[in-house]
């Protein structure tokens, strides 16, 4: 097994100790995510154990060959040359590889009569099956893998980086990062400017990965589905916790409320030895008892709570009153030129909808929702507005709609209610504007926090519609929970586009999901039953497609009696092995079903064993039915295939 193991790992930044004493060990089989608040140093410990930057203290070994690769959240610039070009820089590192063989080669061919040459011809040897083991020899297939699953077309292979926006070319990077096949792959925000199918593609892709890796994201979904330990970086330690992302936020949640529990108790011991110092410091002889708290409270380390771990709680006011048909789309057509986004699209949205809209980028989804909203009218069709209908819109763009004279507090003050005044401050705190941050002119912000004071200024403001185009954006995860919790409680109707899954699974009841080739399908379910059709659609796609790889079957007349009674037993085994599977997906969903009640009892729950037994029983279950699926997937494929190639209808 390979393995990674940082000692005292230290870094400063003047008088603030960014990481304090970090040790920890990766292998090759690590599937680890490094969380923290914004600004804790997980971008900079990433940057340390890669050699980006200089630590002040770091003690490092490695398995031999153990090889690294960093993706960075930004700050990439892409050089002239083509993607696949740029892709292909992941295979640098077996350049030495190719120069010492091209030196042996030419040693070999150089040999003079008498002169050994097993030694060299063993290197070679070992050389070229490092080359062939590690894939080098079948780079181009895997780079158009690669790719394809992250939203490339094939015509886009040979284009010019510089042609490609700043989310495409994070993609370019994150597929450099991919093919590079290192022991060991660290990735800062993999998931952003993803779309829900490549998204998709990277958690499988992630899953049959033969490496270990570390990464940061702010998609909970993502990272529940993918990582098995949770490393928090909380000022300047770090602290391994098992489990995904949600089973790591269970433990945290029973470690604040003692945590919680010991700042009240000492912030009373405070405020106590306080009033007996100030009472007894002139009398002498209470002087030694004065001393004596004094040192006390000198010696007290403060109880301090992570911020990306509190509790934040906020409340939309409550919706005006609207008709029942809130939206009312007919014949939609819209189109870019000769690119047409929209054809014929038709559609409703009921009042107390909760309608997401995702699918692949360029699909037209923020189009969609400028339209609904009035901003874009050059189309065809009708997009009617119910009566009574006040729509508050959230775009990626609505930065530009701030005040740059304004304080961030005078911004957020300008669209508030009265009830509201006395608690803008913590709404501010709640989307990360802390202490003097406040006072700061909007001007002066940065594109993340504009987008954020933007989001907070349409929730504050009462209306009963929300439209909203990746409202989760620059927010962390304990800031998208609070969202997500407020968006539970609203009284309106909401549409949303969003790529994050674990969002959209807490609040979507319909999916409309867009793609670039095919017209927009309306899913009338919740998230879960999307991903399942979704997921049976790609299964379908790829059975399809491997099916045209294959010969073409023998039409029924052209085999012989014997080998058409092998195939109808074939169809009869494959019938009744469908039949098995269906019926043990049925017992494995109710077994689910009763693992779900269990783990909503306050005996589970509260008990870290039980509740640890229970999830861990659950998520088996469900392992075990997705695998089930998979195969009555496949089976009945071949089922069908043999039936209908053969004369068996």
Partial sequence: MATLQVQDLRLAFGDRDILDGVSFILTDQSRAALCGSNGSGKSTLLKALCGIIQPDHLDMSRTKGLTTVYLPQSEIVMPEGTVYDEVEKGYARFRSLLDEKEKIGNRLAHLTEGEKSAGLANQMQELEEELLSSGYY????KIYQVLKGLGFDEADYGRQCGEFSGGWQMRIALARTLVANATIMFLDEPTNYLDIDALTWLKNFLASYKGGVMVVSHDQGFLDQVVTEVYELFQGKLKRYSGNYTQYQQQREQEIAQLEAAYKSQQETIAKNEQFIERFRYKATKSKAVQSRIKQMERLEP??????????VFTFPPAPHSGNDVVKVDHLRKAFGEHEIFHDLSFQVQKGDRLAITGRNGAGKSTLLRMLVGQDRDYSGSIILGAGVTVGYFAQETETSLNPRNTVLDELASVATTDDLPRLRTYLGSFLFQGDDVFKQVSVLSGGERSRLALLKILLHPVNLLVLDEPTNHLD????????EALKRYDGTLVCVSHDSYFLRGISKRIMYLSKDEQPVIFDGDWDYFMYKLDEKEKYEESAQAGQD?????????????ERNKLRNRIQALARECDRLLAEQEKLGQEILLLTKQMDEP????DPGKIGKVMAEKEAKEAAKAASEEAWFAKSEELEELKKGNGFV
């Fill in 138 to 141: 079948s780079r181009k297939q």
């Fill in 303 to 312: 109880v301090v709570v992570p911020d990306h771990l509190k509790k934040l």
């Fill in 477 to 484: 995860i304990n800031a998208k929970q609070m969202l997500l």
């Fill in 550 to 562: 294959k010969a073409a079957a023998p039409s029924a007349g052209s085999i012989g009696y014997q």
């Fill in 603 to 606: 005996a589970v729950y509260s």
